[in-house]
């Protein structure tokens, strides 16, 4: 495979972040473009993973930067899925900011994104002395 270049996603493209989106059907996002355009707006440090001039991974993050921040958005491509562009997303943000205390991600309960996550170095919630809590807005 051709060399991923990862650089800080400066200026929101919607149909590129549309398409991204709808390719790993994340349809909450796709299916409210002005929702995710603010999203994008509002965020803390965005991180795009390119192939040449072709985006095919972001992370988002959002949060204050010095004492928590939250993984909102880590896709890549179907395309090019297991090939280490998620790990090369993540593992940028972690170096970024190793002094932030607190870094949470909110994922789905799936072996593959268990997998995933504990071996870049994030532990499962159960394994540590936090808790979590959500309200989810349907």
């Given at each position: 495979?051709?060399?991923?270049?990862?650089?800080?996603?400066?200026?929101?493209?919607?149909?590129?972040?549309?398409?991204?989106?709808?390719?790993?059907?994340?349809?909450?996002?796709?299916?409210?473009?002005?929702?995710?355009?603010?999203?994008?707006?509002?965020?803390?440090?965005?991180?795009?993973?390119?192939?040449?001039?072709?985006?095919?991974?972001?992370?988002?993050?959002?949060?204050?930067?010095?004492?928590?921040?939250?993984?909102?958005?880590?896709?890549?491509?179907?395309?090019?899925?297991?090939?280490?562009?998620?790990?090369?997303?993540?593992?940028?943000?972690?170096?970024?900011?190793?002094?932030?205390?607190?870094?949470?991600?909110?994922?789905?309960?799936?072996?593959?994104?268990k997998a995933f996550y504990t071996k870049v170095g994030m532990t499962p919630l159960a394994e540590t002395n936090g808790i979590?809590?959500?309200?989810?807005?349907?």
């Amino acid at each position: 495979m051709r060399e991923i270049k990862l650089k800080k996603y400066k200026k929101y493209k919607p149909e590129e972040i549309l398409d991204l989106y709808k390719a790993v059907e994340w349809s909450n996002y796709y299916n409210k473009p002005e929702m995710l355009k603010e999203a994008y707006q509002h965020s803390l440090y965005i991180l795009g993973a390119y192939l040449e001039e072709e985006l095919v991974g972001i992370i988002r993050v959002v949060g204050d930067g010095a004492s928590i921040i939250f993984v909102q958005d880590l896709l890549v491509h179907p395309e090019y899925q297991r090939k280490g562009v998620g790990r090369l997303l993540l593992l940028e943000i972690l170096e970024k900011y190793q002094q932030v205390h607190q870094k949470v991600l909110l994922t789905d309960n799936t072996e593959k994104t268990k997998a995933f996550y504990t071996k870049v170095g994030m532990t499962p919630l159960a394994e540590t002395n936090g808790i979590c809590f959500v309200n989810y807005t349907f």
